[in-house]
């Protein structure tokens, strides 16, 4: 099966890395909103109601990219893929709890790198699942593998020298306990994230489902620890001046995550999660640029920032350029051929959406009228949560805003451009 | 669904190794209450 004529050309795997670094670049801003939330709510109301923003924003941005009828074609095509949508859903939800309990007890300087060693985990699973790197060669094995590690390692510097100026106190057993395993689970997510993908599953579709496992799970998990959910509505309530803060972040979250999907979709977990944790580098920028957050910061300090953003840059850059070779992609189809096998998928069709090509993406979509009553409640929900908010009063650097905010919007462009030239968001 | 595919799903290792990861997680998160 082939593109049609007017589709772009542009290798799978630029596409991918593409997509990884857009991912950082949204993933990243995401946490910019939440500065603006007034001191004196907990962090995991701040959580939930980053949550519950990307719990709308994850329903109308594949809506109206692909309308429902695709979405629903899709889940109908591969229905056990559900199981595996929830579940990581309900992944992400614990992990994301216990990096609060991580950085309350350790501070983020040492929570931040032990949760960030996800992408090593994901890479393990990657490899031992679904034969991703075998038979690549010393070569591959040391592009990714180092790449992955200098990741990981940038972040441990940035965030060491990014939490100095604070002092968090005790309990550090505990915290490292709970950021090492954030880690495995986080990695451990995109185990559903990859088998999807091979299966030919839609990244809209999957995405539209994982919001119900990781709703349902922040919202049980939200009512065991505030005494109920007649408290979890109180709190809300009580939240709600501030509620839009992280409704934003959460809907750059979405838009950051659905990058990291289609990374992961064309280039595999262990090269395209690795990209997507570069995110740490946009926060960094948001938080030095705009909110200032670093001026007392000593020269040695700013040394030791300028030193983890290169050797993260020097680890990405590494990680774009392995690509995979032919003995590689051998093995990627070995583990699809699995799929299609265990759960009676079409072979060809599964091929061709794994090669950027689905035939149903060639078709407009069918629009239905509550396509247009879910965008309507989404917006209408943003505008209400908009209206009379408040927030912190902070000295903000309007002009690195505005840079920032285009350095934003650019690669959203510029890679939605790409993803819709090369495989119509297939 | 299909007994022949809950049976696919149910013997996918792909399936428990996210289920026992969450299942200790869980526990892990349950313990520092």
């Not at chain 1, 350790?106 to 699973?125: Q, R």
């Not at chain 1, 064309?266 to 997507?276: A, D, F, K, V």
């Not at chain 1, 993406?361 to 009379?388: D, Q, T």
């Not at chain 1, 840079?403 to 451009?417: A, D, S």
């Amino acid at each position: 099966m082939t593109a049609s004529r007017d589709r772009s050309t542009i290798s799978l795997h630029k596409l991918g890395v593409f997509c990884g670094l857009a991912a950082a670049v949204w993933l990243g801003t995401a946490e910019a909103p939440t500065k603006l939330v007034n001191a004196g709510f907990s962090p995991f109301l701040i959580s939930m109601g980053m949550v519950m923003g990307t719990f709308v924003a994850r329903w109308t941005v594949p809506t109206l990219l692909k309308g429902t009828g695709f979405l629903f074609a899709d889940l109908r095509d591969k229905p056990h893929l559900i199981v595996w949508a929830l579940l990581a859903g309900m992944l992400w939800a614990v992990a994301n709890t216990l990096t609060i309990f991580a950085v309350r007890n350790v501070g983020l300087a040492i929570a931040f790198p032990l949760w960030n060693t996800n992408s090593l985990v994901g890479l393990f699973w990657g490899w031992l699942l679904f034969k991703e790197l075998r038979g690549s060669g010393v070569k591959g094995w040391s592009k990714v593998l180092g790449g992955a590690s200098a990741i990981v390692g940038g972040a441990a510097v940035l965030a060491y020298a990014t939490a100095r100026q604070s002092d968090t106190p005790g309990k550090a057993a505990v915290g490292i306990i709970a950021a090492l395993g954030a880690g495995v689970l986080f990695g451990t997510m995109y185990i559903p994230y990859r088998k999807a993908y091979i299966s030919g599953m839609n990244p809209l579709s999957f995405v539209t489902l994982f919001t119900f496992g990781e709703l349902g799970a922040v919202l049980t998990l939200g009512a065991i620890y505030m005494g109920g959910f007649s408290h979890v509505a109180a709190e809300l309530h009580r939240a709600r001046p501030m509620l839009f803060w992280p409704f934003l972040g959460g809907f750059c979250w979405v838009i950051g995550d659905l990058f990291q999907n289609f990374a992961a979709k064309y280039i595999g977990i262990g090269r395209g999660i690795p990209l997507s944790n570069t995110n740490q580098l946009w926060g960094l920028a948001w938080g030095a640029l705009v909110f200032a957050e670093f001026s007392g910061l000593s020269p040695s300090g700013k040394a030791l920032i300028l030193a983890g953003s290169l050797v993260m840059i020097a680890g990405a850059v590494s990680i774009s350029m392995a690509d995979p070779g032919a003995s590689e992609l051998v093995n990627w189809k070995q583990a699809r051929e699995r799929e299609c096998e265990r759960y009676g998928l079409d072979a060809e069709k599964v091929g061709a959406v794994v090669a950027g090509d689905d035939p149903l993406a060639e078709h407009p979509p069918v629009r239905r009228w509550w396509e247009a009553v879910v965008m309507f409640v989404a917006v209408g929900i943003f505008v209400w949560l908009g209206i009379g908010t408040r927030s912190q009063h902070l000295a903000i650097s309007m002009p690195w805003m505005i840079v920032l905010v285009i350095g934003t919007i650019l690669p959203l462009g510029l890679c939605g451009t790409l993803l819709w030239r090369r495989t119509r968001f297939s | 669904m299909k007994r022949s595919r809950l049976v696919s799903i149910l013997t996918d290792a792909h399936l428990w190794v996210p289920v026992g990861v969450l299942i200790l997680g869980i526990i892990l998160l349950m313990s520092l209450r």
